[in-house]
């Protein structure tokens, strides 16, 4: 008997994929006395964006015969790069916050070929006494931010994080005397009707009421009033 030796190509196909950022076809040649291709020396596996990669299979459609760097090769052979769909669940965690009143976390799927959340995004959630900031990938803030243009490659928990804050209040005495400052901070949400400054004065008239507005057209400010952000707000006189 009289043998020779052989070289056979495997070509790997990646079926609209990439390697890096090639699309080109891999080829790996298997030489004499080998007889696979090699676990070692196959070609990375390649990524197709809104799928993710499963296997070489010597089918397009993936419907062949699945190749790993231990199939036996017995001549050229071309191989295709199969991908599989997904779907991966993002959890928003309300971290202490709610939507709307409820407290229960947010779920969004994120299914091929789609890779982010995109307009799935939920309504920011609130909490008394803090701003919304951010969802992030760790409940203390110290994590990545995530947003509507976030990849998703995997199921992920993602966390409100909530900011504190510090509001001035600035009373005017709108011609009076008795102009004043308050500040209002995290938690709190009001002057508090305790540190509101006294009355301002105006001589020949009598003080009826701090408002938003100089005229007085506003709307009343007092201890429970509401504050969520700097303002200026003005003695009225009667």
Same mark, same amino acid.
């Given at each position: 008997?009289v =043998?020779e030796?052989? /070289? %056979? *190509? #495997?070509t790997f196909d990646?079926?609209g994929g990439k390697?890096g950022?090639?699309?080109a076809?891999v080829?790996k040649t +298997?030489?004499s ?12 596996s390649p990524? &197709?964006s809104?799928y993710?990669?499963k296997e070489w299979n010597?089918? !397009?459609?993936g419907n ?7 199939? !036996?090769?017995?001549?050229? #052979?071309?191989v =295709? $790069? #199969?991908y599989?769909d %997904?779907?991966?669940n993002v959890?928003?965690n309300l971290?202490g916050?709610?939507?709307s009143?409820?407290?229960?976390? #947010?779920?969004r799927?994120v ?8 307009t799935g ?5 609130v &909490?008394?006494? %803090?701003?919304f &900031?951010?969802?992030n990938t ?6 990545v931010?995530f947003? /509507?243009d976030?990849?998703? /490659?995997s *199921?992920?928990? +993602?966390y409100a994080?909530f900011? @504190?804050?510090? =509001?001035t209040?600035?009373?005017? $005495?709108?011609?009076? @005397?008795g102009? *004043?400052t308050?500040?209002v901070i ?6 508090v009707a305790a ?7 105006k001589p020949?008239?009598?003080? &009826?009421?701090?408002?938003?507005? $100089? ?12 504050v969520t952000?700097d303002?200026?707000v003005? $003695?009225? =006189?009667e």
């Amino acid at each position: 008997a009289v =043998y020779e030796d052989y /070289s %056979y *190509d #495997v070509t790997f196909d990646l079926n609209g994929g990439k390697i890096g950022a090639s699309t080109a076809d891999v080829i790996k040649t +298997v030489f004499s006395p080998e007889t696979t291709v090699g676990n070692s020396n196959m070609p990375l596996s390649p990524g &197709k964006s809104g799928y993710n990669f499963k296997e070489w299979n010597t089918q !397009a459609d993936g419907n062949g015969t699945a190749f790993t760097g231990t199939t !036996a090769v017995i001549g050229d #052979v071309t191989v =295709y $790069a #199969v991908y599989e769909d %997904y779907h991966y669940n993002v959890t928003f965690n309300l971290n202490g916050g709610n939507i709307s009143g409820n407290t229960s976390d #947010v779920t969004r799927t994120v299914s091929s070929p789609d890779t982010t959340v995109d307009t799935g995004m939920p309504s920011d959630p609130v &909490k008394t006494g %803090y701003n919304f &900031k951010e969802w992030n990938t760790q409940a203390d803030g110290a994590g990545v931010p995530f947003d /509507s243009d976030s990849t998703v /490659s995997s *199921d992920i928990t +993602v966390y409100a994080i909530f900011d @504190s804050y510090n =509001y001035t209040v600035t009373f005017n $005495a709108n011609g009076g @005397s008795g102009d *004043d400052t308050r500040s209002v901070i995290s938690p709190a949400t009001t002057v508090v009707a305790a540190d509101m400054p006294v009355d301002a004065a105006k001589p020949g008239y009598n003080f &009826k009421e701090w408002n938003t507005q $100089a005229d007085g057209l506003g709307t009343v400010f007092n201890g429970t009033t509401a504050v969520t952000g700097d303002l200026t707000v003005y $003695a009225v =006189y009667e």
